[in-house]
């Protein structure tokens, strides 16, 4: 099978498909339920079809591609939590893919799951994609979890949320770039597209920007009435951007420090609490009004409702190219509960979960 590019429209009868409601909070948050947890070791994966290059696709070394620059390098967190999500997420980046064989994928895994999770994320990742191009890079909890203050919803308060800080660290010198990604999400459109947005002089994150939200939200009145706190945002765009989708110069964030000017407010925060949403604020305190705008296209975020009550949402206006169910409700989580969300029909055909009625051969 050939990767393509393809044009992705939301069908009518989609949208149609599904009119329940959303389901009780406890199966729909996205930190796991009861249930969730005892399923979680006996998830059975389904073998991804294999998808190989266009024609007209560079050549890149087998060997060498998580070190080449001709390569997409994709960054993606890894534990038993969301392993379908992440699963769904692999799919559609190759399904959608030109070149699929010139991505090459990095999953940082932490190091506080056990030795046989962490032998059960890889081999799942090589049963059903075999010929998958990756490195699961571990990640030592510790080294953010003092940093971390309790938010408005604990599975925002997880260590692994917080590695996305730490990706220059974890991620050889060797990669430059990379396109981080949320495992609650899934890509119609070809990651290369996305990959190859311009970053320059000291630019090094690009990312959807909403220049509408309001942006006040996102931080306490403890740090607005503080002037030598919010005049951090002087003469900068107070835009809200998602970090759960961002191409990052990792050579620039290297030599810019950025996990240590993150960090110092992460530690601020500690002392006098300055914001309520864990790892997303100190992201805007060092990035917000100084990031490349990415078309709205590239995150069509919040499908999975608030953080409170994770409800059904529409998509925004506009063309699609990633659909993101940020928020509390996941659309695994709501299909198992046979209460899906009607936006879930559109992440249900990269689903790989191996149902034990399933007709496949």
Known sequence: MTGSSLRFLVPLSFLLLLSLGPLSSAAEDGSGSTLQ??????????????????????TVDSDEILCS???????????????RGSMAAILSILQHSACPEN???HFVS??????????????????????????????????VARLISSSIRSALDCPLNYARIYLANIIPPCVRR?????????????????????????????????????????????????????STFSGRKRCYFNTGVMVIDLAGW??????????????LQKRMRIYELGSLPPFLLVFAGRIVSVDHRWNQHGL?????????RDLHPGP????????????????????????????????????PFSLDS
Request: with cysteine; glycine share 4%.
């Open 304 to 312: 999975g409702g608030d953080n409170f009550w994770g409800l059904c």
């Open 37 to 58: 947890g005892r399923r979680q070791k006996r998830q059975q994966f389904k073998e991804a079809p294999e998808f190989y290059n266009s024609p007209d696709c560079l």
């Open 254 to 267: 290297r030599t810019g420090d950025y996990t240590t000017k993150i960090e110092e407010w992460m530690e």
């Open 69 to 83: 620059p001709a390569a997409v390098h994709v960054a993606m967190t890894l534990d038993t939590q969301y392993l």
């Open 178 to 230: 990379v396109v981080y990604l949320d495992s609650d999400l899934v890509l119609v459109d070809d990651i290369a597209k996305l990959s190859a947005t311009p970053l320059g002089g000291s630019t090094i994150l690009a990312a959807p920007e909403y220049c509408n939200a309001n942006f006040t939200a996102y931080f306490t009145p403890t740090f607005w009435s503080n002037p030598s706190l919010s």
């Open 110 to 143: 932490s190091t506080s799951t056990s030795t046989s999770n962490s032998t059960l994320l890889h081999s799942t990742i090589v049963a059903s994609f075999p010929y998958l191009k990756f490195k699961v890079y571990p990640f030592d909890d510790s080294s």
């Open 103 to 105: 991505v090459a994928f």
């Open 320 to 355: 699609v190219s990633l659909l993101h169910w940020s928020g509390k409700g996941k659309p695994w989580v709501r299909l198992d509960a046979n209460r899906p969300c009607p936006l879930d029909a559109l992440w249900s055909p990269y689903d790989l979960l191996q149902t």
